[in-house]
């Protein structure tokens, strides 16, 4: 037997073989054996993130857990404070139709409390919805047709126009 296939044959008695390393490395079986070392198999380096990802996922999902929504206040009661309108015709959707009549959004009339009379601009705004109403029933009836809206003077401006534009 030749010197090299001799220093082989003891350096696999000694712990190491082809694939590893002086240290004692075995790159085959993922295991070190060095004296002194501890001998891990290769599973546990894979192990060891798994672990500390589920720990992190039941430690930090309650903290993200959250109640369910709560309601908002649409549909959850009588509506307050009404003078001009009927609770059907809220339903239909007259709202958003005002406001894009003026073009602009809830707080131009509302205030946070939607029943309160604080906004001055909400009484202007009653009297022009019964304004356009009075127009409208002077009409004959024609399947439920409207005739004149907010929108027939304002044309999305807070303030109509009362004379056309200048031609040009």
């Known amino acids: 037997m030749d010197s090299s296939a001799s220093g082989y ?78 609770p059907e015709e809220l339903r239909s959707g007259v709202m958003p139709q005002y406001a894009a009549a003026l073009g602009q959004n809830c707080n131009y009339c509302h205030v946070a409390d939607r029943s309160s009379d604080e906004n001055p601009k909400k009484d202007i705004a009653r009297k022009m919805i019964t304004m356009v109403k009075e127009i409208n029933a002077k009409f004959p009836p024609e399947n439920g047709k409207v005739f004149v809206t907010c929108y027939t003077c304002h044309r999305g401006k807070t303030e109509p126009d009362i004379k056309p534009a200048a031609l040009p």
């Open 9 to 86: 044959a003891s350096s696999v008695t000694n712990g190491w073989r082809p694939g590893g390393d002086a240290a004692g490395i075995d790159i085959e079986r993922g295991t070190k054996n060095v004296q002194g070392a501890f001998n891990n198999d290769w599973r546990f380096v894979y192990a060891r993130p798994m672990r500390f990802l589920v720990t992190m996922l039941l430690v930090l999902l309650p903290v993200f857990a959250q109640d369910p929504p709560q309601k908002k206040g649409g549909g959850g009661g009588a509506p307050k404070n009404l003078k001009v309108l009927t």
